[in-house]
């Protein structure tokens, strides 16, 4: 019988966030985390011919930057209030690069994106909102799959560097994340 194999993530990093009224009419928000994701302890099982478990292979991951853990997340959001009753709004923010998986094969790019919006109330029992998620239409990575079937693509923990440097242009499925989009909300109290 197989015993089963554990690993796990150790991050220390910080986290600082800061709110500060420029003046009576703009605001700041700024969040940053910094971090040191690792990784230690993976294995995989490879299968043997017979499938009783009796000759499968323990192959350890060596210790590395935990995968999809970047180590650099920032956020900041501007508000101005040119008066009581409107708000806009601008925020930017950033997720840094990323290990692909727990091998470290390759890593998923940072990238930034930019959401803009307001807030208007009409009068007491009437308000709408304005946004626009990713005004750039940035195009960043949060996920992959290996090239191949559904079992290999399901796979991406096995992929190592040597195979990404023996064969630089292969091909992985990505899943980006979402485009620009826009969104306008009425609100009415009766």
């Known amino acids: 019988r197989l015993a089963p194999v554990f690993g796990q993530v150790e991050t220390y990093g910080v986290e600082i966030s ?7 009419q703009f605001n700041l928000h700024a969040d940053l985390t910094l971090q040191n994701p690792k990784a230690k302890g993976f294995s995989t099982y490879t ?3 017979i499938g009783d478990g009796s000759d499968d292979v323990v192959s350890t991951v060596p210790p590395g930057t935990a995968d999809n853990n970047p180590k ?94 023996a064969d630089p242009n292969q091909l992985f499925s990505v899943l980006p994340n979402q485009p620009r989009a826009f969104y306008l909300t009425a609100s009415l109290k009766l």
Do not use: H
Request: proline share 4%; no cysteine; aromatic share 12%.
């Open 72 to 165: 650099v997340i920032a956020r900041t959001t501007a508000t101005y209030r040119p008066v009581e009753a409107l708000s806009l709004f601008a925020t930017y923010s950033y997720l840094g690069k990323r290990a692909a998986n727990r091998r470290n094969a390759w890593y998923l790019p940072g990238f930034s994106t930019v959401d803009i919006g307001f807030a208007w109330d009409v009068n007491s029992n009437f308000s709408v909102q304005g946004n626009v998620t990713n005004l750039f239409n940035t195009v960043g990575i949060m996920g992959w799959a290996k090239g191949g079937s559904l079992l290999t693509a399901l796979d991406r923990q096995t992929l190592t560097p040597a195979q990404v440097s």
């Open 47 to 49: 299968q043997g011919p």
């Open 18 to 24: 800061g709110d500060f009224d420029i003046s009576s």
